[in-house]
Structures are given as C-alpha cells and as structure tokens.
C-alpha cells in the first residue's frame, strides 16, 4: 500500500510541476516577446531533457559506467527527438 501512494504522491507532484512549468512559460514568453513556441522549444524541451542529463554524467562521473550513459543517448534522448 505505501509504494501506490508513494507513486501517486510522485504522480501528483509531476502533474504540479508542470501545470506550473507551462503557466510560467506562457508568462516568459509574453514578458520577452519571443513567443510561446521559442519558449516551447527551449524551456519545455530543456526541462524533460535533464533527467537524461543527469543520468549520463552521473553514471560516468559517479559510478564509471559509461554503458548506461551510452545506452541512455541512444535510447531516451533519441526517443524524446522522435517524440
């Protein structure tokens, strides 16, 4: 019982987060001029982006297993250019 409310405590966070994230981006992008699809492109692909980030440099900075920040590359960051 405590992982699922574990997973939708998680769950609900994400949702939170980014509800947020695009509120504020709409707000960036109309205080700079640049538009909602620039801050799109930049924020919200900058942002799902860095859990693939820290995955790779922490699996060869911390724990010397360059496989899995290869394999990350190859797998989720390809699959978020896909998407």
């Known amino acids: 019982m405590a992982v699922w409310l574990q997973f939708?405590?998680?769950a609900g966070i994400i949702l939170l987060s980014g509800t947020y994230?695009?509120?504020y981006g709409d707000i960036i992008a109309e205080k700079t001029g640049l538009g909602r699809t620039w801050?799109?492109?930049i924020l919200?692909?900058?942002v799902t982006s860095l859990p693939e980030l820290v995955?790779?440099?922490s699996s060869?900075?911390?724990f010397d297993l360059?496989?899995?920040a290869v394999?990350?590359?190859l797998g989720a960051c390809m699959l978020n250019l896909l998407m």
Do not use: Y
């Open 71 to 73: 394999g990350n590359i």
């Open 55 to 57: 995955t790779g440099i």
């Open 66 to 68: 360059p496989d899995i």
């Open 44 to 46: 919200m692909a900058s």
């Open 60 to 62: 060869v900075a911390l």
């Open 8 to 10: 939708i405590a998680c």
């Open 21 to 23: 994230l695009s509120k």
């Open 39 to 41: 801050i799109g492109v």
